[in-house]
C-alpha cells in the first residue's frame, strides 16, 4: 500500500503513514494520527484524504483559512498518483509506494563486528551534543504517543535525525516471519527498501548490536546488485530493544559511507556512535515501554486488589498473579438493605437509584481495599471480598473483620442525623455482612467469553449464607466459628467484641453451624456491655441444653433493643416456651 509523507522546513517535522483504501482520514493541526502540529499555516481541520483505486483524494475543507497547491495551483479538490505531492503551508504531502523487501543478503556481508553493550557504554560519544538532545527528547516521544505508530513515526525520526549518514530506518519484529512494523527514508524515493534478515535475526538472537559492512570488493559482485545498488546502501546496523515489553523488536538503520575510501572497505568500527546512540534509543524505549506495561498491569488490577497487594505483585506476570489456585482465604459477603424499598420510590428516577446504589457499593468496596482485600465480585446490590490471596495474609479475618466494622459505621454515621454524613445519599441503607474463613480456589474464574476474579468452594457459599441470616437474627455482621476463634483470641475488646449468637441449621445443611455477631467495642457500643454479652451467653447456653425457663430469665434483663435476644425469645414463643422433641440446641432456620 502507498504511504502518505509529511514533511515541514525542518528535518524532525515528518511522519509516514499508510493509506487504506476506503479509510478517509483528516489532515490538520489537530487532528489525531494525522496532525501537523509544526505548521501554523495550515488550519486545526484542513482538508480530507481518501485513498480509492490507486488515486489519493484531496478535498479542501471550507474552514481551512490558507489554500492546498498542487502542481502550482490553488484547488479545492485534487487527485494524485504515487510520485506526486500537494503542499499546505510550508509542508510537503508527498505520495510514495516504495515497497519493503526483508533480504537475505547475497553475498554475506565484507566486514562484521558485534558492540557488546559493556564496551558501548564505557566508550563515550565523539560527537555528543546533537545525539543527547535526540535522547533527551526520547521519554517525551514515547510518553506522549498516542498509539504505536505515532510512537514508531517520531522513533524512525529520531534516529535519522541522530545518524547522519543514515539513508533509511525502522522498527522490526523478528517473530517467525520478520515484520517491518515502520520505516523511513531520508530522501524521497521509489526503490524498495530492503532490510537484511540475516542482520536482523544475528542481533536479536544474540542480544547484542551488530553491524554489516557491504563496502568493498564483495559489495561489487554481481549477486550484490540487488541489495547496494538498489538502495545506494553500504552498510546497515541493528540494535535489539530489550525488555519483555518489546520482545523481538529491534532498531534497524541503513545508510552510506559519504568518504572515498578507495579500494579498501571502510572498518564498521567507524559506525560505532551510530551503534552507541541507537542503541541507547533501543534501551530507552524498552525501559519506557516496561514502565507503560507495569501500569498497564498495575491499572488492570487496581479494581481488585489493594494498593499493598499491588505493590507485593508488582514485578510479577498478571497471568501468574490470577492463576487459580487454593488458599486459606477469609470471605465476606456484605448486603445493602433497604433497595427493594428504594426501588419502589425510584420508579420515577432510576439512574438516581443507580448512582445512590453504586455509592453506596463504593463504600463496601473502599474498605475491602483499605483492609489490603480483593473485590471478588458484585450481586445486584450486594459485594464480596476475600482475603488470603493473591499473597497469604495471616491476619486474613482480622483484616475482614475491621472491614465489616468500617463499613456498619460509615452506613450507620450516614443514618445518624446528628452526623456530618447524615442526610447523604447512601443514609437510607444500611447492611448485612456475613463473614467465612476456610479453604477457597481463588483467580481468574471463567469461560473463553466472560472472566472475573472471584473465589469459590464452600467456604464462599457459608459468608453468603451468614450474609442472609442477619436479616432473621437481627445481627449487622456474622461470623462462622474460625472467624470468630480468629478475633477472640488475637483482637482486644477495645477494637471489636465476639457473642456467640445460636446454633442454627440453614436450610440445606445436615450439621448445625454456630454463628457468632462481630461487634464495636462496648464505648461505642452502649446498649451492649460487656456485662449485657456476658448475661446473654449465660441465656444461650441454658437455651442450647434445653432450659429454657432460665434462658428467658436472663434475656429479660436485656435491652428490648438486643435484636439477638428477641430471635431467641421469639423461637421459643414460637415453641410455647418449651424445647422441642429431640432437639438438639440448633434453632431450624425455615428460609435462605
Known amino acids: 500500500m502507498p504511504d502518505l509523507i509529511a514533511q515541514g522546513l525542518e528535518p524532525e517535522n515528518r511522519w509516514r503513514r499508510r493509506l487504506l483504501p476506503?479509510?478517509?482520514?483528516?489532515?490538520?493541526?489537530?487532528?489525531g494520527d494525522w496532525s501537523v502540529p509544526w505548521d501554523d499555516r495550515i488550519s486545526r481541520r484542513h482538508a480530507e484524504i481518501d485513498f480509492r483505486d490507486g488515486v489519493l483524494h484531496v478535498k479542501k475543507l471550507e474552514s481551512a483559512k490558507n489554500p492546498v497547491f498542487f502542481q502550482g495551483q490553488s484547488a479545492a479538490r485534487l487527485s494524485l498518483k504515487p510520485g506526486e505531492h500537494f503542499v499546505i503551508g510550508d509542508t510537503t504531502f508527498s505520495l510514495v509506494d516504495s515497497r519493503v523487501n526483508v533480504s537475505l543478503d547475497l553475498p554475506r556481508p565484507a566486514n562484521e563486528r558485534t558492540f557488546p553493550t559493556l564496551e558501548l557504554r564505557r566508550q563515550p560519544f565523539r560527537e555528543s551534543?546533537?545525539?543527547?538532545?535526540?535522547?533527551?527528547?526520547?521519554?517525551?516521544?514515547i510518553s506522549g504517543s498516542s498509539s504505536d505508530e505515532e510512537l514508531f513515526t517520531r522513533l524512525i525520526n529520531q534516529l535519522l535525525r541522530g545518524i547522519d549518514r543514515a539513508t533509511a530506518a525502522a522498527v522490526v519484529d523478528a517473530g517467525s516471519a520478520?515484520?517491518?512494523?515502520?520505516?523511513?527514508?531520508?530522501?524521497?524515493?521509489?526503490?524498495?527498501?530492503?532490510?537484511?534478515?540475516?542482520?536482523?535475526?544475528?542481533?536479536?538472537?544474540?542480544r547484542e548490536s551488530v553491524v554489516h559492512v557491504w563496502s568493498g570488493a564483495a559489495s561489487r559482485a554481481p549477486e550484490a546488485t540487488a541489495f547496494t545498488v538498489s538502495e545506494g546502501n553500504d552498510w546497515a546496523l541493528c540494535a535489539?530493544?530489550?525488555?519483555?515489553?518489546?520482545?523481538?523488536?529491534?532498531l534497524y538503520v541503513t545508510g552510506s559511507f559519504s568518504s572515498d575510501f578507495g579500494a579498501a572497505a571502510p572498518e564498521a568500527e567507524l559506525l560505532r556512535d551510530d551503534v552507541k546512540f541507537a542503541e541507547l534509543m533501543a534501551t530507552t524505549l524498552g525501559d519506557l515501554r516496561e514502565s507503560q506495561l507495569l501500569a498497564a498491569r498495575q491499572a488492570s488490577l487496581s479494581q481488585f486488589f489493594s494498593p499493598s497487594v499491588l505493590d507485593a505483585i508488582s514485578n510479577q506476570n498478571p497471568d501468574d498473579v490470577l492463576a487459580p489456585r487454593e488458599a486459606d482465604a477469609t470471605v465476606l459477603f456484605c448486603d445493602l438493605r433497604g433497595f427493594s424499598r428504594e426501588s419502589e420510590r425510584s420508579a420515577g428516577d432510576l439512574f438516581g437509584l443507580l448512582t445512590r446504589v453504586?455509592?453506596?457499593?463504593?463504600?463496601?468496596?473502599?474498605?475491602?481495599?483499605?483492609?489490603?482485600?480483593?473485590?471478588?465480585?458484585?450481586?445486584?446490590?450486594?459485594?464480596?471480598?476475600?482475603?488470603g490471596w493473591p499473597i497469604a495474609q495471616p491476619d486474613a479475618a482480622q483484616r475482614a473483620c475491621r472491614a465489616a466494622l468500617g463499613i456498619r459505621a460509615a452506613f450507620a454515621d450516614a443514618s445518624n442525623c446528628q452526623s456530618p454524613t447524615a442526610g447523604t445519599i447512601v443514609s437510607d441503607f444500611h447492611v448485612g455482612?456475613?463473614?467465612?474463613s476456610g479453604r477457597a480456589v481463588a483467580g481468574k474464574i471463567g469461560s473463553q467469553h466472560q472472566v472475573k476474579v472471584t473465589a469459590f468452594g464452600p467456604v464462599v457459599n457459608l459468608a453468603a449464607r451468614l450474609e442472609t441470616m442477619t436479616r432473621q437474627t437481627g445481627a449487622s455482621i456474622l461470623l462462622d466459628p474460625p472467624s470468630a476463634a480468629a478475633i477472640s483470641t488475637s483482637v482486644s475488646p477495645d477494637v471489636c467484641r465476639v457473642r456467640r449468637l445460636a446454633r442454627v441449621r440453614p436450610v440445606g445443611f445436615s450439621a448445625p453451624v454456630e454463628i457468632s455477631e462481630l461487634l464495636p467495642p462496648a464505648a461505642d457500643?452502649?446498649?451492649?456491655?460487656?456485662?449485657?454479652?456476658a448475661v446473654y451467653d449465660t441465656a444461650?447456653?441454658?437455651?442450647?441444653?434445653?432450659?429454657?425457663?432460665?434462658?428467658?430469665?436472663?434475656?429479660?434483663?436485656?435491652?428490648?433493643?438486643?435484636?439477638?435476644?428477641?430471635?431467641?425469645?421469639?423461637?421459643?414463643g414460637k415453641h410455647g416456651g418449651s424445647p422441642p422433641i429431640n432437639w438438639d440446641g440448633a434453632i431450624p432456620l425455615e428460609a435462605k
Not at 476506503?22 to 487532528?31: C, F, L, M, S, Y
Not at 551534543?129 to 516521544?141: F, G, H, N, T
Not at 525488555?243 to 529491534?250: I, L, S
Open 240 to 250: 535489539p530493544v530489550p525488555g519483555t515489553a518489546c520482545a523481538g523488536w529491534a
Open 540 to 572: 444461650l447456653t441454658a437455651f442450647v441444653v434445653g432450659n429454657w425457663g432460665s434462658a428467658l430469665e436472663h434475656l429479660s434483663k436485656l435491652s428490648a433493643d438486643d435484636q439477638a435476644a428477641a430471635f431467641l425469645e421469639q423461637f421459643m
Open 525 to 533: 457500643c452502649p446498649g451492649l456491655s460487656d456485662d449485657n454479652l
Open 22 to 31: 476506503g479509510a478517509v482520514q483528516t489532515i490538520g493541526r489537530q487532528a
Open 129 to 141: 551534543d546533537k545525539r543527547i538532545d535526540a535522547l533527551s527528547r526520547l521519554p517525551e516521544i
Open 178 to 206: 520478520i515484520r517491518v512494523l515502520h520505516w523511513d527514508r531520508r530522501v524521497l524515493g521509489s526503490a524498495e527498501f530492503r532490510p537484511s534478515e540475516r542482520l536482523i535475526r544475528q542481533a536479536v538472537e544474540s
Open 433 to 436: 455482612i456475613g463473614i467465612a
Open 358 to 387: 453504586s455509592q453506596a457499593l463504593s463504600v463496601m468496596t473502599h474498605h475491602i481495599l483499605q483492609e489490603g482485600g480483593v473485590i471478588g465480585d458484585f450481586h445486584g446490590d450486594a459485594a464480596m471480598g476475600f482475603w
